[in-house]
């Protein structure tokens, strides 16, 4: 069975960082692509970064720069880094992975930055 669990959002200082973690179990991580999305309240959900299996990352324009995806593939953890936070990066953050002809989803941790 396939679980991603998200965790390490909170609330922060607009400026600050977090480093957002998700864990997967039930399957091994090394031969996959894993992203990060978010969704704020009433908002259609974004699209935030992309870590492929050798490694190549991706971003989404409004978080290039800010922003850093990595993985551990023996801990079976893919991460967040995110620096420079501003009010508009509040939302639940959901890590996702594609295995088996379907789309695997985490709970999600929700980030709340204030000014």
């Known amino acids: 069975q396939v679980q991603l669990v998200e965790s390490g959002g909170g609330l922060v200082q607009a400026g600050g960082s977090l480093r957002l973690s998700c864990a997967v179990s039930g399957i091994t991580i090394s031969g996959n692509t894993l992203r990060w999305f978010r969704q704020a309240p009433g908002k259609q959900r974004e699209w935030v970064a992309t870590i492929t299996s050798s490694g190549s990352t991706g971003y989404g324009d409004s978080v290039k720069g800010r922003f850093t995806i990595s993985r551990d593939n023996v801990k079976r953890m893919v991460y967040l880094q995110m620096n420079s936070l501003k009010p508009e990066d509040t939302g639940g953050y959901y890590c996702?992975?594609?295995?088996?002809?379907?789309?695997?989803w985490g709970q999600g941790t929700q980030v709340t930055v204030h000014s």
């Open positions: 996702t992975v594609f295995w088996g002809l379907r789309d695997y």
